[in-house]
């Protein structure tokens, strides 16, 4: 089972100290999730209720992967459809205007902003996520967080290639870093560079034995970073 420390105030140590973030967004600032598990549900409920539900599933076991590859996996898989960029396209748009209002709506994960506003004062800060480029910045901007990211990047990169972008533009270093993230898109992100990881607890925890995983913000105390 993995390491959940609820109410503990978490320390991290490393060699180098840290001097940079990076957080996934839907999990682990926004209590979200769930608004796009729904919307997938909704797009394929249409086709019956076993496909909507196989969707649902997959979707909740694969967090972090762009919604592009889902829908192209799904109307294969489970509607034996291959569609075109035009069609993908479309589909895409569908789903942003199911999610965008409902997202921003959403809660923080308990404790989130306070955080953020504490650790841009000492590290720099960025957003590592599935969901589109321009969306991503669109759904900050609203929620007045854009001033506290250092850079944010969403899809067609995957997480893996964002990661790298962020150590080369911005020279650090894997032992400088912190991943906080809620998927297995996000760990395998920060074991592929060897940086620290910390889950951010949901309604499945996907990550090994072993990791350090929190339910709340209240539990990390910026300084101890």
């Given at each position: 089972m993995p390491t959940i420390l609820p109410g503990v105030l978490l320390k991290i140590n490393g060699a180098m100290p840290t001097k940079a973030i990076i957080f996934d967004f839907d999990g682990v600032i926004l209590d979200s999730v769930d608004v796009k598990t729904r919307a997938f549900e909704s797009i394929y409920l249409p086709y019956g209720q076993e496909i909507a539900a196989e969707v649902v599933a997959h979707h909740e076991a694969h967090?972090?992967?762009?919604r592009y590859q889902k829908f192209r996996?799904?109307?294969?898989?489970?509607?034996?459809?291959?569609?075109?960029?035009?069609?993908?396209?479309?589909?895409?748009?569908?789903?942003n205007q199911l999610v965008f209002q409902k997202v921003i709506a959403s809660p923080y994960i308990s404790g989130a902003r306070n955080f953020i506003e504490e650790a841009f004062k000492r590290f720099e800060l960025f957003i590592c996520t599935g969901t589109p480029q321009t969306e991503i910045e669109e759904i900050l901007e609203a929620l007045s967080l854009t001033k506290y990211f250092k850079g944010v990047y969403g899809s067609p990169d995957n997480k893996i290639q964002i990661v790298q972008y962020i150590?080369?533009?911005?020279q650090l270093q894997s032992d400088?870093?912190?991943f906080l993230g809620d998927a297995s898109t996000d760990y395998e992100a920060a074991q592929h560079y060897g940086i620290k990881f910390i889950g951010v607890a949901g309604k499945t925890s996907p990550f090994p034995a072993g990791t350090t995983i929190i339910q709340s913000f209240e539990e990390i105390q910026v300084e101890n970073l």
């Open positions: 967090g972090g992967v762009r996996l799904y109307h294969q898989k489970y509607l034996g459809l291959d569609i075109n960029d035009e069609q993908l396209d479309d589909l895409c748009t569908r789903f150590q080369k533009e911005y400088e870093m912190i």
